[in-house]
């Protein structure tokens, strides 16, 4: 089992690599078999399509975001880990790596249109069901649980949007996770101010 799942790991990884290369829909089965040095029967042994090897990357990565995150017991631990998290985005949007942000969007734009919006919608409360599940043991109060997350996932999925036109830099990114990050104690200050 252990080696199946390192064969998976590999083969999510060359799709990462590729579709950065090529472009998400421009990577095929047949692609992705000859980075690693597999045939095409063995690769289907392990997944069937591009979108399934995608969307156990997507799973993948995802949870090891959302289980550093786990076992946090106070505001400043919160803070310490969303600042980790904050440089690992960083580096994305400056593309010193390679960002799972650029081949989402490139996967929901394989799609038609209502399809797209569909699955965008999904991933969208998925990813901010996770944010209030982390952020409502130490603020409380779900109703600024969900304003929090809601304002983390625009502001960073702005950024992915500009870094997709080059028009980002360093100091743009570090304005807006400090700007961010000030958001945060300002709502956790007022909550626990109001003995809510």
């Known amino acids: 089992m252990i080696k199946g799942n390192r064969k998976k790991q590999?083969?999510?990884?060359?799709?990462?690599?590729?579709?950065?290369?090529?472009?998400?829909?421009?990577?095929?089965?047949?692609?992705?078999?000859?980075?690693?040095?597999?045939?095409?029967?063995?690769?289907?042994?392990?997944?069937?399509?591009?979108?399934?090897?995608?969307?156990?990357?997507l799973h993948s990565e995802t949870e090891n975001v959302w289980s550093a995150f786990q076992n946090i017991n106070t505001f400043d631990e919160l803070m310490m880990y969303f600042d980790e998290y904050l440089k690992t985005e960083k580096k994305e949007l400056l593309s010193e790596e390679i960002s799972l942000n650029t081949l989402l969007y490139q996967y929901y734009f394989s799609f038609p249109e209502?399809?797209?919006?569909?699955?965008?919608?999904?991933?969208?409360?998925?990813?901010?069901s996770h944010?209030?599940?982390?952020?409502?043991?130490?603020?409380k109060k779900k109703s600024v649980c969900i304003e929090i997350s809601e304002h983390i996932y625009m502001v960073l999925n702005g950024l992915v949007?500009?870094?997709f036109s080059n028009s980002i830099s360093k100091k743009i990114i570090d304005a807006e996770f400090d700007m961010l990050k000030n958001y945060m104690i300002e709502k956790y200050s007022n909550i626990g101010s109001k003995n809510d």
């Open 10 to 57: 590999e083969l999510q990884s060359a799709l990462k690599t590729l579709a950065i290369e090529k472009g998400y829909a421009n990577v095929t089965m047949k692609d992705i078999g000859e980075y690693v040095g597999l045939s095409v029967g063995g690769l289907y042994h392990h997944y069937h399509s591009v979108n399934e090897i995608f969307n156990d990357l």
């Open 114 to 128: 209502d399809k797209r919006q569909i699955m965008m919608k999904a991933s969208h409360d998925e990813t901010i």
């Open 131 to 139: 944010m209030v599940q982390i952020l409502i043991p130490i603020i």
């Open 161 to 163: 949007v500009l870094s």
